[in-house]
């Protein structure tokens, strides 16, 4: 084992060298701004209610045709 290896095995060993190497990730993460997340927040809602919609709609009309078959 290089000596390179052993200093990078070295510093990344242990609870410290974990949180250490979290924290650095940690920094990197680009956080969105305010009005980025109501508009994706608002795009999520909107679809997820179309959607709603639109299985209601289905399954009463596989409902209605089921019953125009059973009876």
Known sequence: ?????KKEKK?????GGWW????????????P???TIVKETTAVVIVS???GIIIKL???L????IDKILS
């Open 1 to 5: 084992m290089s000596e390179s290896e």
């Open 11 to 15: 510093s990344g060993s242990g609870a």
């Open 20 to 31: 250490k190497n979290l924290k650095a990730e940690f920094n990197k993460i680009i956080w």
């Open 33 to 35: 701004d305010r009005p």
């Open 49 to 51: 209610v179309i959607l």
């Open 58 to 60: 289905v399954d009463m």
């Open 62 to 65: 596989v409902q209605l045709g």
